[in-house]
């Protein structure tokens, strides 16, 4: 069975750093699409970065030069490493994993508070 575990969430101030790391198990991670989403309450779930098996990525706007999505093929681990942060970074964040046949698994998510 597919499990997405994500951890590192928390309470930071404005312009501090966090992170995320998400723990895959029951795939063949290396052939998959690893991403990143984020949900804020009363708004829809967005798409914060992916990364794909043979290592290009792409980012929202809003996170291009301040966050960082990386993978950890042996230790079957994504992170998300996210600078600069903003009160409207405030969400939860979860972690995805996409294979090129339709298939699509989420963690739980983890909780980010940007506040002072």
């Known amino acids: 069975q597919v499990q997405l575990v994500e951890s590192g969430g928390g309470l930071v101030q404005p312009g501090g750093s966090l992170r995320l790391s998400c723990a895959a198990s029951?795939?063949?991670?290396?052939?998959?699409?690893v991403s990143w989403y984020r949900q804020a309450p009363g708004k829809e779930r967005e798409l914060v970065a992916t990364?794909?098996?043979?290592?290009?990525?792409d980012y929202a706007e809003f996170a291009k030069g301040r966050f960082a999505i990386s993978r950890d093929n042996a230790k079957k681990t994504v992170h998300l490493q996210m600078n600069s942060l903003k009160p409207e970074d405030t969400a939860v964040y979860f972690c995805?994993?996409?294979?090129?046949?339709?298939?699509?698994?989420w963690g739980q998510g983890t909780q980010v508070t940007v506040s002072s």
């Open positions: 990364l794909n098996p043979r290592g290009s990525t």
């Open positions: 995805n994993e996409h294979f090129a046949s339709g298939g699509d698994y």
């Open positions: 029951g795939s063949l991670f290396s052939i998959a699409a």
